[in-house]
């Protein structure tokens, strides 16, 4: 099934569900378009209200059906992954600031952390250089994206090592059974990297 972002774009724009997540298909048009997924905004700019409220921190609005006109609300345990992708101009970095504007202004520092990498030379993501909800600064070389990149793999590892640790009869394997067994277990707090 296909969604827009926003109604009055529905044939030239949409997400689609895969497996393993989500991909946003923008198509550059002839004419200005304006692309946001962030609640308030989208309901103002198609005079509809919310259909769906977002209930957790870790859920988001990527966009609206087409064939409804009803709000998406996804969270970040089911969703997986996703891919961004289009022509020049046809809004990812807008959908991308969206995303995280999002889930910054619904989470604290402590429960969700960005690394984020802004290779035109830093100029799409500055607004985000001091979120206090980065994990590291925004990369604006290859080189610090290189960086990035092995910390994030380093990270990888630590989180793997402290799941390992979890006696063998609570089985563990991602974020969320981690942060459920926390409590009884006496875990130290994760914050989700995206």
Known sequence: MAVGIAAT????????????????????MARPVIISTYK???????????????????????GKEVDTGKFIVTDLDEMGSFGVYA????????????FLYQLFTTTSPNDIQFVIADLKDGLDFRIFRRLMHLALPVAETTKEAEKQ??????????????????????????????????????????????
Do not use: D
């Not at 259909?51 to 609005?61: D, F, L, R, V």
């Not at 590892?157 to 563990?172: G, Q, T």
């Open 87 to 98: 022509m020049t101009g046809s809004g990812k970095t807008s959908f991308i600031h969206s």
């Open 40 to 62: 308030a905004i989208q309901a103002y700019l198609t005079h509809s209200e919310p259909t769906q409220e977002i209930k957790t921190p870790y859920e988001w609005s990527p």
């Open 9 to 28: 774009v529905a044939s030239a724009v949409g997400i689609y569900m895969y497996t393993n997540g989500y991909w946003l298909e923008l198509w550059n």
């Open 149 to 194: 990149i092995i910390w994030l793999l380093q990270e990888k590892e630590r989180r793997s090592k402290l799941f390992k640790a979890i006696p063998e009869n609570k089985l563990c394997n991602n974020l969320h059974k981690y942060h459920e067994l926390g409590a009884s277990l006496n875990l130290p707090r994760l914050p989700r990297i995206v």
